[in-house]
């Protein structure tokens, strides 16, 4: 059973960082397309930043510059690192992955609809 777990959230204060790890099991070989997502109440899931299986990474034009995403591939972990964090950044971060193996454009990296697994997501306060 294909799982993503999550962790690292919590409230910060606005200028303070945090990092999101999330963890892929199920998979023999977990080298996946992978994305970190948010959503705020109301709207729909918006695509943050997302890491190929060649290690190739894009980025919301909103957290370029600020956020880097990373991966461990022996602990089949991704992680974002956030700093400088805005209010706006306020939201439930989700974690997702592709079930395929096979190396995704950049272009489609934060297309929701190219991921198969999503976590159970986390939560990220930003206080002014």
């Known amino acids: 059973q294909v799982q993503l777990v999550e962790s690292g959230g919590g409230s910060v204060q606005a200028g303070e960082s945090l990092n999101l790890a999330c963890v892929l099991s199920?998979?023999?070989?977990?080298?996946?397309?992978m994305a970190w997502f948010r959503q705020v109440p109301g709207q729909g899931r918006e695509g943050v930043a997302g890491?190929?299986?060649?290690?190739?990474?894009t980025y919301a034009d909103a957290v370029q510059g600020r956020f880097t995403i990373s991966r461990d591939g022996a602990k089949n972990e991704i992680s974002l690192q956030m700093n400088y964090l805005k209010p706006e950044d306020t939201a439930m971060y989700y974690c997702?992955?592709?079930?395929?193996?096979?190396?995704?454009?950049?272009?489609?990296?934060?297309?929701?609809?190219?991921?198969?697994?999503w976590g159970q997501g986390i939560q990220v306060t930003v206080s002014p």
């Open positions: 997702a992955a592709t079930a395929s193996a096979r190396w995704l454009d950049w272009r489609f990296l934060l297309q929701e609809n190219q991921y198969n697994h």
């Open positions: 199920g998979y023999r070989d977990g080298n996946r397309n």
């Open positions: 890491i190929d299986t060649l290690g190739g990474t």
